[in-house]
């Protein structure tokens, strides 16, 4: 069998860092990890070649190569998920669909020949043994989680590391948190399951053995979901793995409840860990009771994120506006809560309810759903009907955006966030992608971009006061000009 894999493209979003990564003449933020971890698990006497539309082609010679196409996607991958399914069909391959988007949607892809839903460590296998006895059937699903201690590492080699600006390991799976608007748990369920410390340092050997000394993300819905294990176990192993190595500095993704353990918080640091991307959704009590958020109430946001960025973690926030709680003065409050903590990548969307979660089925019920939701947090759209009007949103959302974004204010946020920040303990080798990136922001962002004033003034006073965190004051400039770019687009 010849299986050609396949992931869609990203549109152009805040997630995507496109405008970013030009910077850095890289094609993706991170590989499909789902893909290379499929990869690992069918069989061995398969010929395999992997297409990641957002670094590469997919070419006629590809589709003639191959007698069958995997391909994997999240929501926000649709459009090109359909036309490569067309594309695939239309060569005669098979297609074979999984990940999030087909788990939650699989009645959108008439055209899929077989999905092979949820977690494929369960649904793969049997798909694999039907399907060499000739009678492969269209549907697997489970309700059951698999044990990821079983889960393989990841088949790199089908991928062409340089082409990405970072690298994705996973170490857990689940979120014990239950947040109304959020398919994390709807997809992989509330009970934290975690490889072992042996699978995630393996993955890493296997990383740095291929050369890669960047960034790898941990895709982890929650890290902290099992402190136990993080405190006893990985975190220190990961401090010891570092020893005699260079490079590889850690992000992931956590609850604001990390902000609560100074242990926690120190044995990541020691780790490698510098960014950890956090759902702060509003600073306005009543929303956070509405969508069940109930870690981040009772608390001064504000200051747990300060505590973090003290620690050596910079925060990175999501936020919502929208909830049925929601007043007119939650634009404002948005704003000044975002400057004042010094929260640079602040990702805010209108609500949406993704199908699969306890929102969408509220709302559903109330005949407030209008269509299925885009996947993109900052389009300024949204899949339902809110309780202030479309328009008075729609208005207070861009008032938002254009706000955190314009130069002034974001740079004034960077410069809150740096006098806060304890460095971080890893770096990554400086190379001559990263020379030459600082050179491009010299000319887009110094010489000829708007923001030139505000540009010149961080490097002056990033260089005069916190010299260590020169390079990560020239990136947070170079992603200020990635997300201005995604705000003008989507909001004209
Ligand atoms: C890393 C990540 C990202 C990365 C993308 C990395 C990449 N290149 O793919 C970034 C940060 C860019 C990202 C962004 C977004 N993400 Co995201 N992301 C994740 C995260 C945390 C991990 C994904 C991952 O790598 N998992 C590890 C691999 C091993 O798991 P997997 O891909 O699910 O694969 C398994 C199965 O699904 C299956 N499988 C997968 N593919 C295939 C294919 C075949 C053929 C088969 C048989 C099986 C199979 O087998 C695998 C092993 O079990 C997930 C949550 C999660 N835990 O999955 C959310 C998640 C995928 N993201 C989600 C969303 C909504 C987004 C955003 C739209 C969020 C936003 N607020 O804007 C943006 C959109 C992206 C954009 N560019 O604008 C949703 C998707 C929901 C959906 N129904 O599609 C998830 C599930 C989180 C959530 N809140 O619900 N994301």
């Known amino acids: 069998m010849r299986a050609l894999l396949v992931y869609p493209e990203f549109p152009d979003t805040f997630w995507s860092f496109k405008h970013a990564l030009k910077f850095v003449r890289k094609g993706a933020s991170t590989p499909p990890l789902g893909l290379v971890t499929v990869a690992a698990m069918l069989p061995g006497d398969w010929e395999l070649r992997l297409v990641d539309l957002n670094v590469a082609k997919l070419t006629d010679k590809d589709l003639e190569w191959a007698d069958a196409a995997l ?29 999030p988007l087909f788990t939650m949607e699989p009645d959108e892809f008439p055209e899929v020949d077989h999905f092979v839903l ?14 060499a006895q000739g009678r492969a059937q269209r549907m697997y699903t489970t309700t059951e989680y698999p044990d990821i201690r079983l889960s393989p590492t990841p088949l790199w080699e089908l991928i062409d590391l340089g082409k990405y600006a970072s690298m994705a390991i996973q170490f857990s799976r689940g979120c ?68 005699g190595k260079t490079g590889m500095p850690f992000n992931t993704e956590a609850s604001i409840n990390l902000a609560d353990d100074e ?41 747990d994120v300060k505590k973090l960025q003290r620690a050596g973690l910079q925060v990175q926030g999501g936020f919502i506006v929208g909830f049925d709680s929601d007043t007119p003065s939650i634009f404002g409050q948005q704003i000044e809560f975002i400057q004042r903590s010094g929260i640079v990548t602040a990702m805010v969307g209108i609500l949406q309810a993704p199908p699969g979660t306890k929102l969408y089925e509220r709302l559903a019920r109330e005949g407030r759903v209008t269509g299925p939701a885009s996947g993109d947090n900052v389009d300024g759209a949204t899949n339902i009907i809110p309780r ?105």
């Not at 000394?213 to 793995?241: Q, S």
């Open 71 to 99: 391909v994997s996607a999240m929501v926000i991958q649709r459009d090109s998920a359909r036309q490569v399914i067309a594309r695939c069909k239309q060569a005669g391959l098979t297609v074979v669909a999984g990940g």
């Open 263 to 303: 242990e926690l918080m120190r044995l990541m640091h020691a780790a490698g860990f510098d960014e950890v991307f956090i759902g702060i959704e509003t600073p306005a009590d009543d929303s956070l009771a509405e969508c069940s958020k109930k870690q981040n109430r009772n608390r001064d946001l504000v200051a």
């Open 118 to 131: 949820n977690e494929a460590e369960i649904t793969l296998p049997p798909f694999l043994s039907d399907l």
């Open 388 to 492: 202030m009007s479309l328009d008075a949103l729609k208005t207070g959302y861009r008032s938002v955006l254009e706000h955190l974004y314009a130069p002034e204010h974001y740079y004034a946020r960077v410069k809150t966030f740096l006098q806060e920040y304890q460095a971080p303990s890893i770096s990554v080798p400086i190379d001559f992608t990263q020379i030459m990136a600082f050179f491009r922001s010299i000319f887009h962002l110094g010489i000829v971009g708007r923001e030139r004033r505000h540009y010149w003034k961080l490097f002056g006073w990033t260089l005069l006061r916190r010299p260590r965190l020169f390079p990560v004051a020239i990136t947070l400039a170079i992603y200020g000009y990635h997300f201005r770019q995604v705000v003008e687009l989507h909001l004209g």
């Open 176 to 243: 014990p948190f239950n947040c109304d608007f959020c398919s994390v748990t709807a997809l992989l369920g509330h009970r934290p399951r975690v490889k072992t410390t042996q699978q995630i340092l393996a993955e890493l050997n296997g990383l740095y053995a291929l050369g890669w000394r960047d960034r790898v993300f941990f895709v982890d819905d929650n890290l902290i979901g099992n402190k136990k294990y993080l405190k006893e176990d990985l975190l220190p192993a990961l401090a010891e793995w570092r020893k």
